[in-house]
C-alpha cells in the first residue's frame, strides 16, 4: 500500500469495517499506521495530511479495541463507538448521554472554539424555552495526543437520541417531502435560528447535515455551529465541504454575516427538500428569503416564522399534527 492509497482509504471511510476490514482488521492497522506515521513521510506537502490519516486511524482503532480515556482534570471521557462523522470532526460516545466531538486536524481548533463560544452564549443568553433546538456544551478543553504530539481542542455536548439529518430525509424522499410535512421542520428550524440571533450567534452553515430532526415527535436540533460568528465583524470562517453553492453572496465575498445568511441558507434546505412540489405560494415565500442582496432578505427569524405560518394557514387551514414517518 503506498501512501496515497493509505490517506484515500482512511479519509474516506465512514465505517470501522470499511476502514480495518473484516477478515484481519489488526493487520489492516498496522499497514495503515506503518504507511502514514509522520516520521516516515519525507514529504512535507504530503505529511500534513498523513498526520490527519494517522491520528483519525490510530484514534479510531483505539476506541475500537480499548476504550480512549480523555482526562481534563476535572472529568474522564472514555471513547466509545464513533457515533458520527462530521465534515471536520468525529463524535465518540462518551457515556452518560454525551458525545465527545474530536476534530480530525488540530488546524480545526480554531473552529471547535467558535463552537464552544458559541454555544456558550446561545446557553446563557438565550430563551430557556428554545434552547432543546440547539446542542448542549457539557464540557470543552484541550487535550494532546499521546500518539503524534498534536494538541486538539475538544468539545463535549449532551445528546439527544433518534435524530435524522435532512439528508437522510431527502434520501428517503428522493422525490421531495411533502409541504404539510416540511412545514414543521421549516417552523422549528426558524426557532433555532431565532435562538441564536437573539443571543448575538450567527450559525454560518445552514445545510442539510447540520440540521437533525426527530420524526416521531417532530423535533430538530440544529448542530455544527464551529462556523458561527458571534460579533459584529466577524466572518464566517470556512465554507462547508460540498456545499459551496448553498451560500448567499456575502460569505463567499468575504462581508460579515447576519441573520439574513441564515434565513437565506434555511429556506435553501427546506426548497431542496420539498423539490418541485413547492407550491406557489410558498415559492414566493423562499424568493424573498433567497435575495442576492442582504438588505432584500428578511432578518429576524420570529417575525418570519409569523410570516410562514400566514402562508400555510392559507394554504392548508389550522395546523394539525402529521405523523411523519422515516424508515
Partial sequence: MNLADAIWSV????????LFGTVDPAARYRGLVGVLHPDRVPD??????????????????????D????????????????????DLADLYDGGDDRLVKLPRDPASNDLMEREARALR???????PRYLPYVPRLVDSFRHRDTATGAERRVNVVAAAPGLRSLVEVKAAYPGGVDAR??????????????????????????????????PDGHGLVLVDWCYAATHRDDRIPALVPG???WYPPEVPNRQPPGPGTDIAMATRCLVHLIGAA????LRAFAD?????????????????????DDVLERLYGPRTFRPFTLS
Fill in 278 to 281: 413547492l407550491p406557489r405560494a
Fill in 11 to 18: 479519509l474516506r471511510a465512514d465505517t470501522d469495517e470499511e
Fill in 44 to 65: 512535507a506537502a504530503q505529511r500534513d495530511l498523513a498526520t490527519e490519516a494517522f491520528v483519525r486511524v490510530t484514534t479510531r482503532w483505539r476506541a475500537r479495541r
Fill in 288 to 308: 424573498g428569503c433567497l435575495q442576492p442582496s442582504p438588505r432584500h432578505r428578511p432578518d429576524d427569524a420570529w417575525r418570519l416564522l409569523g410570516e410562514l
Fill in 243 to 245: 456545499y459551496v453553492d
Fill in 67 to 86: 476504550p480512549v480515556t480523555l482526562r481534563t482534570g476535572r472529568t474522564d471521557y472514555r471513547l466509545g463507538r464513533r457515533a458520527y462523522a462530521g
Fill in 181 to 214: 410535512d416540511a412545514a414543521w421542520m421549516w417552523r422549528r428550524l426558524l426557532v433555532a435560528l431565532g435562538l441564536g440571533h437573539r443571543a448575538g450567534v450567527v450559525h454560518g452553515a445552514v445545510v442539510p447535515d447540520h440540521v437533525l430532526i426527530e
Fill in 121 to 127: 452564549r446561545i446557553a446563557e443568553r438565550g430563551d
